[in-house]
T-cell receptor, first 113, second 114 residues
Framework: GQSLEQPSEVTAVEGAIVQINCTYQ??????LSWYQQHDGGAPTFLSY????GLEETGRFSSFLSRSDSYGYLLLQELQMKDSASYFC??????????????FGRGTQLTVWP | SQTIHQWPATLVQPVGSPLSLECTVE??????LYWYRQAAGRGLQLLFY??????ISSEVPQNLSASRPQDRQFILSSKKLLLSDSGFYLC?????????????FGSGTQLSVL
């Protein structure tokens, strides 16, 4: 099975840099992804870091340590609109064309002015 | 460009009633399709996934079923809803292959079972 742990809440001020951590335990590992979700909205893709490469979006970057089963999302130049929930997710299907993702419970980021 | 449509946005159903949620994708062929459920304040739980027409795999045993009658259509159903079926249901698609973990989500259906 898969389990992911991330902090439930993080707060920061506008313009700052914030790091959201994620530790995972999986039966197989292909990559770690990050998604953003505003209240009542659909999750949107931010970043992927895995065996076949790295993809990042805008001010969002990610780090991965496979040996430690740990990764984090780094948000730079925080803006008020970054207040949202952030989810890490693992893909366990190595060698498959299927992207089954298993999500953590999410970290609520609050950005203060 | 690709788009995903999911409806209805909100649904209130009595216990024991049937359910049908529909999702369609436009602008792509042979996508991987997924149904996720999100309980309030929780992460997303994978319910079903499909790699092609009529090919459905279930992640967890439950009161729900899924079907894929057409390449870009994914339907979530139940014959008799339970209170525990309440939640935010999200349909998603991805391109098969190297970036299959990049999911594109629909706007979701908030289901309340009373």
């Amino acid at each position: 099975g898969q389990s992911l742990e991330q902090p439930s809440e993080v707060t920061a001020v506008e313009g700052a840099i914030v790091q959201i951590n994620c530790t995972y335990q999986t039966s197989g590992f292909y990559g770690l992804s990050w998604y953003q979700q505003h209240d009542g909205g659909a999750p949107t893709f931010l970043s992927y870091n895995g065996l076949d490469g790295l993809e990042e979006t805008g001010r969002f970057s990610s780090f991965l340590s496979r040996s430690d089963s740990y990764g984090y999302l780094l948000l730079q130049e925080l803006q008020m609109k970054d207040s949202a929930s952030y989810f890490c997710a693992v893909r366990a299907d190595r060698g498959s064309t299927l992207g089954r993702l298993y999500f953590g419970r999410g970290t609520q980021l609050t950005v203060w002015p | 460009s690709q788009t995903i449509h999911q409806w209805p946005a909100t649904l209130v159903q009595p216990v024991g009633s049937p359910l049908s949620l529909e999702c369609t994708v436009e602008g792509t062929s042979n996508p991987n399709l997924y149904w996720y459920r999100q309980a309030a304040g929780r992460g997303l739980q994978l319910l079903f996934y499909s790699v092609g027409i009529g090919q459905i795999s279930s992640e967890v045993p439950q009161n729900l079923s899924a079907s894929r009658p057409q390449d870009r259509q994914f339907i979530l159903s139940s014959k008799k809803l339970l209170l525990s079926d309440s939640g935010f249901y999200l349909c998603a698609w991805s391109v098969p292959g190297r970036r299959a973990e990049k999911l594109f989500f629909g706007s979701g259906t908030q289901l309340s079972v009373l």
